[in-house]
């Protein structure tokens, strides 16, 4: 992806759509998996692959959550709060997408992955 150049960023909320019944408010199944991909240049570009050892993937699921918990060591809180099906419920109710795109010149964003 060539950031310098406009570019469509596309997520999928794939439902396991096997699942719904009739009785189902939106018949669309529960949240099994979250998807992204690029679009520039009328190229489809996809996500980048986990390079985390024991953490395959390049999409979230409960399996990729629940791997990645493991190999950085950190307590399943997704897993314990009812994973993506437990986010597909909440979507269903409505949320708001808020973004915000900003910078940290003084030190050039190392605050995200290290310590100074």
């Not at 310098?4 to 998996?33: C, H, R, W, Y």
């Not at 024991?54 to 399996?63: A, H, L, P």
């Amino acid at each position: 992806v060539d950031s310098s150049k406009p570019m469509t960023v596309v997520t999928q909320f794939i439902t396991d759509a096997a699942n719904a019944t009739s009785d189902d408010d939106d018949a669309q199944g529960e949240l099994v998996e979250i998807r992204r991909f690029y679009i520039q240049d009328d190229k489809v570009i996809s996500h980048a692959s986990s390079t985390v050892p024991g953490v395959d993937g390049n999409s979230i699921t409960d399996e990729f959550c629940s791997a990645q918990k493991k190999a950085f060591q950190d307590p399943d809180d997704h897993l314990a709060k009812g994973g993506l099906k437990k986010m597909g419920e909440a979507l269903d109710r409505g949320m708001v997408l808020a973004l915000s795109i900003w910078d940290d010149g003084a030190t050039n964003m190392r605050w995200l992955d290290s310590t100074f």
